[in-house]
Nanobody
């Protein structure tokens, strides 16, 4: 069974940090670009960041540039999203997704993704 599993969410104070992980089960992430998305209550899902299959190309939404860093460890079949300087508006359920993609993800991330995780809740509140 092919799965993506997110972890690392939780409650953090404004200005704090969290690191989300996205691990694959049943397939290797080596040939996949990975995207991170988030959805807050009452809002549409938005793309946060993506990384190419090699890890050499990344892209970020303007709202998280300079605060979030995406990275990929193909040996561990895991993608990370380091989130620093968190704000209340970062509160959302965060999802990772995988798409077979051999090229760069700059200037744009893949439009569609084949596999999705179940999401992990991030709450930024004092």
């Amino acid at each position: 069974q092919l799965q993506l599993v997110e972890s690392g969410g939780g409650l953090v104070q404004p200005g704090g940090s969290l690191r989300l992980s996205c691990a694959s089960s049943g397939f290797t992430l080596y040939y996949y670009a990975i995207g991170w998305f988030r959805q807050a209550p009452g809002k549409e899902r938005e793309g946060v960041s993506c990384i190419s299959s090699s890890g050499g190309s990344t892209n970020y939404a303007d709202s998280v540039k300079g605060r979030f860093t995406i990275s990929k460890d193909n040996a561990k079949n895991t993608v990370y999203l380091q989130m620093n300087s968190l704000k209340a508006e970062d509160t959302a359920v965060y999802y990772c997704a995988a798409e077979p993609w051999g090229g760069t993800v700059f200037p744009r991330c893949p439009y569609e993704y084949d596999y999705w995780g179940q999401g992990t809740q991030v709450t930024v509140s004092s």
